[in-house]
């Protein structure tokens, strides 16, 4: 068995009322988790972050599993930034993953920054940081860590597990390997393998990462450096990737940035300019550099049917979850066929799946934005699941 010493970090927002105050905690596991690598992991801590209450059975369980630059902070307010939880819009009382009747558990990925074990994290055996001594992880290693997590809550089945883009990643390898313990899957915004195009795109992230001189192969924690600079390219590239030309087009246009006419150098002329030099910098102030290669890393690695024969029907046959897949239409980086990809996997194995793809231009960052049928998307499926799961309405209706 784990030996599990939770700790409570103290995050609350005193406006919240008790029964929807996010309970903040890390999990400490001294039992070693074996790595799709070969490696095993020891110590190792899973953070994580809980809204609403668990009910008697414990079958009012939702896990939301974050995308690659999230964290557990998914609906109160960040520690770090201040700002609101990158899912407030869907997480809450009343909202379509309701706290007044879901138990909500978000946590913090293996290999993340966020108090979870990383790259940042300090090596046992050595007393200083990991850096690249850390072992490369994948989809399925943060998967497994968080079954850790599941079972020292004492809780048998979820009743959903729910992400967009690498949190619908690790949706796919939860109703793969957990087949048991997932009522409910709702998969956003996703694939089930990392197309060669998203490789690329994370080849450039990364290189503009270690070619910067404070990266220090990978021991800038050491040396008291941090590669600002290189994280703050990748994180401009990759933004890119979460926005469609018509989001980007009607934002900014041509726009000039505080000036009327060209300034013939190479500062921020352009308001897009300006805006993507603001995500690189507030990015690199909340997120490591070593988590950023292997995350990115593990999303290349993730190809679900490789792990089934190359035949991805395998994955989920015998399959009792029911299934919501959700797309976009303008999300070129997850486009609608890597969602139906997934849907005509289920149908072969005779699975209970429904899709919906969404009409918007906002890209693929539309899940984390306003989008009303989204949002009735998803409390629609949920609400249905919950009525057949036997789970009560919210007591306040």
């Given at each position: 068995m784990s030996t599990v010493n939770p700790r409570v970090v103290d995050t609350l927002d005193l406006r919240i009322s008790e029964a929807q105050r996010p309970s903040s905690k890390v999990m400490h596991f001294d039992e070693p988790l074996m790595l799709d690598c070969g490696q095993t992991l020891a110590p190792f801590s899973q953070a994580y972050q809980t809204y609403g209450e668990l009910n008697a059975d414990k079958s009012n369980a939702i896990l939301v599993c974050h995308a690659l630059t999230g964290d557990q902070h998914v609906a109160n307010t960040h520690p770090v930034t201040g700002k609101p939880g990158w899912w407030s819009t869907m997480v809450g009382p009343g909202k379509p993953i309701d706290t007044n009747r879901f138990f909500v558990i978000c946590p913090n990925i293996l290999g993340g920054c966020m108090g979870s074990t990383g790259p940042a994290s300090i090596n046992p055996a050595t007393g200083k940081p990991y850096g690249l001594s850390f072992p490369v992880i994948t989809i399925g290693d943060m998967v497994d860590a968080q079954v850790r997590l599941i079972d020292s809550l004492g809780i048998d089945q979820l009743f959903c597990v729910i992400g967009g883009s690498m949190g619908g990643m690790q949706v796919l390898e939860w109703a793969a390997r957990q087949k048991e313990r997932v009522f409910?899957?709702?998969?956003?915004?996703?694939?089930?393998?990392?197309?060669?195009?998203?490789?690329?795109?994370?080849?450039?992230?990364?290189?503009?990462?270690?070619?910067?001189?404070?990266?220090?192969?990978?021991?800038?924690?050491?040396?008291?450096?941090?590669?600002?600079?290189?994280?703050?390219?990748?994180?401009?590239?990759?933004?890119?990737?979460?926005?469609?030309?018509?989001?980007?087009?009607?934002?900014?246009?041509?726009?000039?940035?505080?000036?009327?006419?060209?300034?013939?150098?190479?500062?921020?002329?352009?308001?897009?300019e300006s805006y993507l030099r603001h995500q690189g910098i507030s990015f690199v102030d909340r997120f490591d550099a070593n988590s950023y290669l292997y995350i990115t890393r593990a999303m290349d690695y993730f190809d679900l049917a490789a792990e089934y024969g190359d035949v991805l029907a395998n994955a989920f046959k015998g399959t009792k979850t029911r299934f919501c897949v959700v797309s976009f239409t303008s999300d070129w980086l997850y486009p609608t066929r890597e969602s139906k990809r997934i849907v005509q996997a289920l149908n072969a194995v005779a699975a209970n799946v429904s899709f919906v793809e969404i009409e918007s231009d906002k890209g693929h960052d539309a899940f984390l934005l306003d989008e009303p049928e989204f949002f009735a998307t998803v409390r629609g499926f949920i609400n249905s699941a919950a009525e057949k799961r036997g789970i009560p309405p919210a007591r306040n209706g």
């Open positions: 409910a899957a709702v998969p956003i915004a996703t694939a089930a393998s990392h197309s060669s195009q998203n490789i690329a795109f994370h080849e450039v992230g990364r290189q503009a990462v270690m070619a910067d001189p404070d990266w220090c192969g990978g021991r800038y924690l050491e040396m008291g450096k941090v590669p600002r600079r290189g994280l703050a390219v990748a994180r401009m590239a990759a933004h890119i990737t979460y926005l469609s030309e018509e989001a980007l087009h009607r934002k900014f246009g041509r726009n000039f940035q505080n000036r009327t006419d060209r300034s013939f150098s190479f500062s921020a002329d352009f308001q897009v």
